[in-house]
C-alpha cells in the first residue's frame, strides 16, 4: 500500500510579450526545477496575454485544479500590468492600495530621492485581504490570496519571491529518477518499453531520442516515488537492451555465415 503524499502546483505566466516571442520565458523552468526539489508537482503551465478575462478564467481554472498555482508578470507601474485587477475578480474582492506595501515603497523611493509617483503607487495594489510576499531586489511586494501565489515577471525578482516562497509550501514525496542510456532507436524500443510501463504502474518511463551523426539512441528515463518500483522497471530496462542486441549479433552472424 503506497503512503506517498503528492502536492501538485500549476503556473500562470502572463504577459502579450511572452506570447509575441519579445520576451523569452526564465521563470518555468526555474521553478519547475525548485518544485521538484521539493517535491511538489508542477502538473500545468499556461501562458495568458495581458487581458483581464484571460487571467481570470485561467486562474479560475487551475486554482480550484492544484493544490498550489504561481503566477508571473503583470503586477508592475504601467497601464497593462493588470494581474492584480484580475487576481481580485477572481476571486470577488476589491483591489485596494495595501497601506504596508505603500509605506514599503514610499521610504524606498524616499531614499533612493525620487518621487513616488501615481505610477509607481500601483504596485502597492493588491486583493483585499491578500498576505505579502517580500521582494528584496526592488522592494514592491508580491501576494498571495488562496492558494495563488503573485509575483513579478522580472527573473530575478520571481526567483527572490520563490525562495521567500518555497520554505512555506506543504511537500511530498519526492520524485526518484534512474536515467538509462538505450543505443537503440524508439522504433526499435517502443513496443518492449510499452510492455514494460503497463508492468510498472507506480513508474513513468520516458524516451528521449538522440541523433548523433547517422545514429539513432534514446535517453530512457524511469520516474516513481518509491526506489524499488524504479529498479524493478530499470532492471526490465536493462534486459530489454540487452535482449535487443542479443537479437542484432545473432542477425548479424547469421549474415555473415550467409
Do not use: W
Not at 526539489?37 to 503551465?45: Q, T
Not at 485587477?85 to 506595501?101: L, M, N, Q, R, W
Amino acid at each position: 500500500m503506497s503512503h506517498d503524499i503528492v502536492v501538485t502546483a500549476a503556473m500562470l505566466a502572463i504577459g502579450d510579450e511572452l506570447l509575441s516571442g519579445r520576451t523569452k520565458d526564465k521563470n518555468i523552468g526555474h521553478l519547475a526545477d525548485l518544485l521538484t526539489l521539493s517535491g511538489i508537482d508542477l502538473k500545468e503551465v499556461r501562458i495568458v496575454a495581458d487581458d483581464e478575462e484571460a487571467i481570470v478564467e485561467a486562474l479560475n481554472a487551475l486554482r480550484g485544479k492544484y493544490d498550489y498555482v504561481f503566477t508571473s508578470g503583470g503586477i508592475g507601474p504601467t497601464h497593462d500590468d493588470i494581474t492584480a485587477d484580475a487576481i481580485s475578480k477572481a476571486f470577488g474582492v476589491p483591489c485596494e492600495y495595501d497601506e504596508t506595501a505603500m509605506a514599503l515603497l514610499a521610504e524606498m523611493y524616499r531614499r533612493r530621492e525620487m518621487e513616488f509617483t501615481e505610477a509607481r503607487q500601483r504596485m502597492a495594489r493588491m486583493p483585499r485581504g491578500a498576505a505579502h510576499i517580500a521582494n528584496p531586489v526592488s522592494t514592491a511586494p508580491g501576494f498571495i490570496i488562496g492558494n495563488v501565489y503573485v509575483m513579478a515577471g522580472v527573473p530575478q525578482v520571481f526567483q527572490a519571491m520563490v525562495d521567500n516562497v518555497l520554505p512555506t509550501l506543504k511537500t511530498g514525496t519526492p520524485v526518484l529518477s534512474l536515467a538509462i542510456a538505450c543505443p537503440y532507436g524508439e522504433g526499435e524500443i517502443g513496443t518492449p518499453l510499452t510492455a514494460i510501463q503497463k508492468a510498472h504502474p507506480e513508474t513513468s518511463i520516458g524516451s528521449y531520442p538522440r541523433y548523433i551523426g547517422q545514429k539513432f539512441s534514446t535517453e530512457i528515463v524511469v520516474r516513481g516515488r518509491s526506489q524499488a518500483a524504479i529498479d524493478a522497471a530499470g532492471a526490465e530496462v536493462h534486459a530489454m537492451i540487452d535482449a535487443i542486441r542479443r537479437r542484432k549479433d545473432i542477425a548479424e552472424n547469421h549474415s555473415a555465415e550467409a
